[in-house]
């Protein structure tokens, strides 16, 4: 344990206020600051290679183009049983309007998932409640949202629960508020799309990933290297 655990603290708390413009990050940063109440000196070390990694990459921001479409579509993805101290998985999502990202999270699901196809329908029904809420906003702008709503996710197993309204028996131990999606693409509001697993955009947000594969997804995010700005 950290003799000053106050540095550690501080760090955490600007990084968290970084996410909202860095998504690249959100997966360390969650993983981090679970230990503000007593950090070690690998958790501070873990801090300072993320630093490392900001300041190697000081341009790096999202682009968001003048001329877009209204298209909206998602990415869900999640981790199971990831968490060592609590067997809790990530739930992890990234939301587009058009080609620029409008919403992303990693955040640890509140209970164990039992299997990973239910660690994965419980992002999904995390990604459906903010697909809903985004698409109540662009309603109230009169602006208009083409249905199906896209979301795509690499578990094909969460598409088959999600698509059939048969009630299975591997479905029980699920909390009703996890079926919300399945009534959602029952409505014609969202459809399920498989993706392989390189191309799973919320990969970043949910598990470590090499560095080739790191920067991929990110410029697929749209974070982009911006020039920089003349004194």
Same mark, same amino acid.
């Given at each position: 344990?950290?003799?000053n655990p106050e540095p550690y603290r501080r760090v955490i708390g600007?990084?968290?206020?970084?996410?909202?413009?860095?998504?690249?990050?959100?997966?360390?940063?969650?993983?981090?600051?679970?230990?503000?109440?007593?950090?070690?000196?690998?958790?501070?070390?873990?801090?300072?290679?993320?630093?490392?990694?900001?300041?190697?990459?000081?341009?790096?921001?999202?682009?968001?183009?003048?001329?877009?479409?209204?298209?909206?579509y998602a990415y869900s993805d999640a981790d199971w049983g990831s968490?060592?101290?609590?067997?809790?998985?990530?739930?992890?999502?990234?939301?587009?309007?058009?080609?620029?990202?409008?919403?992303?999270?990693?955040?640890?699901?509140? =209970? #164990?998932?039992?299997? @990973?196809? /239910?660690?994965?329908?419980?992002? $999904?029904?995390?990604?459906?409640? &903010?697909?809903?809420?985004?698409?109540?906003?662009?309603?109230d702008l009169h602006l208009p949202i083409q249905l199906p709503i896209?979301?795509?996710?690499?578990?094909?197993?969460?598409?088959?629960?999600?698509?059939?309204?048969?009630?299975?028996?591997?479905?029980?131990?699920?909390?009703?508020?996890?079926?919300?999606?399945?009534?959602?693409?029952?409505?014609?509001?969202?459809? =399920? #799309?498989?993706?392989? @697993?390189? /191309?799973?955009?919320?990969?970043? $947000?949910?598990?470590?990933?090499? &560095?080739?594969?790191?920067?991929?997804?990110?410029?697929?995010?749209?974070?982009?290297?911006?020039?920089?700005?003349?004194?």
């Amino acid at each position: 344990m950290l003799a000053n655990p106050e540095p550690y603290r501080r760090v955490i708390g600007r990084l968290l206020y970084l996410t909202l413009t860095r998504p690249d990050i959100s997966y360390a940063v969650q993983h981090l600051s679970q230990f503000l109440q007593q950090p070690t000196d690998l958790h501070y070390q873990a801090a300072l290679h993320v630093l490392r990694y900001l300041k190697g990459t000081p341009n790096k921001g999202l682009f968001y183009p003048s001329h877009n479409d209204l298209q909206l579509y998602a990415y869900s993805d999640a981790d199971w049983g990831s968490c060592r101290m609590s067997s809790r998985s990530l739930t992890g999502y990234c939301v587009f309007l058009g080609g620029s990202l409008v919403s992303w999270k990693t955040k640890k699901q509140k =209970t #164990v998932a039992k299997s @990973s196809a /239910e660690a994965e329908y419980r992002a $999904m029904s995390a990604t459906t409640s &903010e697909l809903e809420w985004i698409s109540h906003l662009l309603d109230d702008l009169h602006l208009p949202i083409q249905l199906p709503i896209l979301m795509h996710c690499d578990n094909r197993a969460t598409q088959h629960i999600a698509a059939n309204p048969v009630f299975h028996e591997c479905t029980k131990q699920l909390n009703i508020d996890c079926h919300y999606t399945r009534d959602k693409v029952l409505e014609g509001f969202l459809q =399920t #799309v498989h993706v392989p @697993s390189q /191309e799973q955009l919320a990969d970043i $947000m949910t598990k470590p990933l090499g &560095e080739s594969q790191h920067h991929y997804l990110s410029s697929r995010l749209g974070l982009l290297d911006s020039p920089p700005i003349s004194p």
